[in-house]
C-alpha cells in the first residue's frame, strides 16, 4: 500500500485534464466520506479555487481536497479513478493499482520502483514540483485563515534542494515519503515505505542523502 503517495498521480491526472485552476470548488460532505475515517481542518462550505485545492492535496496532503479534485473531474469520480490507472499503465507502472485519488483505500498499491517511476514522471510538471515543496501557506477562507504546512519536515526545514516530495500514512502502508532531491548537482529519486514513525522516515531519507553527499564530492 502506498498511502498518499498517490496524491502524486492524482495531480498528474487533473493536470493533464487542463481544467480551469481559478474554478472555484466548493467542498462536500462526500469529499469527506471514505474508506476511513482521517482528521482534515478543512470543512463543508470551504471554498477555494482548484490551485488551492491542488495545493492542499500536495502540500499537506488533505484527503478532501483530493475528494474534491476527482468529483469535479470530468465524468466525476468513477472517470478520475479509470484516468489514474489508465496513466499508471502509460508509464510502466506494471504492479500499480489505484481504487481512490486520496490514498486512504489500502488497495493503492505499488513496488517501489514503479514508485520511482511515477515521482520521476511527476516530476516533469511544474505545478506538482512547485505545491510538492511549498513549506508553508496561509489560504483564505473567507471566516477563517487556514494555516498549512508541508507534511515533511525535510522540505520544511529547507536544509535539502528537494525538487518534489510527498509522504504518506495509512496503518497498512506505514510512514512513507517519495522525493526527488539534488545532491551536489546529482539528481536522485528516492522512496521510502513501511517506516515506523515520521521520526524514522525523515532520519533514514537525511541518511541516504547524507550518503550521496559524500559519494559524489569524492
Given amino acids: 500500500p502506498i498511502a498518499s503517495i498517490t496524491k502524486l498521480m492524482t495531480a498528474m491526472v487533473t493536470a493533464d485534464a ?3 485552476m481559478n474554478e472555484q470548488i466548493v467542498l462536500e460532505a462526500s469529499d469527506f466520506e471514505g474508506p476511513k475515517r482521517a ?3 478543512l470543512r463543508v462550505g470551504d471554498t477555494l479555487n482548484r490551485a488551492e485545492v491542488l495545493l492542499l492535496a500536495l502540500m499537506k496532503s488533505e484527503n478532501p481536497a483530493a475528494k474534491a479534485l476527482s468529483r469535479t473531474y470530468p465524468g466525476g469520480f468513477s472517470a478520475f479513478v479509470k484516468a489514474m490507472n489508465s496513466k499508471a499503465r502509460a508509464l510502466g507502472m506494471k504492479s500499480a493499482f489505484f481504487g481512490d485519488p486520496t490514498g486512504l483505500d489500502s488497495r493503492n498499491s505499488a513496488t517501489p520502483l514503479d514508485l520511482a517511476k511515477m515521482v520521476r514522471a511527476a516530476y516533469e510538471y ?5 505545491f510538492s515543496t511549498t513549506q508553508a501557506y496561509d489560504f483564505n477562507l473567507g471566516n477563517r485563515v487556514l494555516h498549512a504546512k508541508n507534511t ?3 522540505v520544511r526545514e529547507g536544509f535539502w534542494d528537494i525538487g518534489l516530495s510527498k509522504t504518506g500514512y495509512i496503518n497498512e502502508a506505514g510512514r512513507c515519503v517519495v522525493m526527488q532531491a539534488k545532491v551536489n548537482q546529482h539528481p536522485a529519486y528516492i522512496v ?3 517506516a515506523n514513525t515520521s521520526q524514522s522516515r525523515s532520519g533514514d531519507a537525511t541518511r541516504i542523502l547524507s550518503w550521496l553527499q559524500n559519494k559524489f564530492s569524492r
Avoid at 511544474?126 to 512547485?130: A, L, N, P, S
Fill in 192 to 194: 521510502l515505505m513501511g
Fill in 126 to 130: 511544474g505545478v506538482i514540483r512547485q
Fill in 152 to 154: 515533511n519536515a525535510l
Fill in 39 to 41: 482528521s482534515s481542518t
Fill in 18 to 20: 487542463r481544467l480551469d
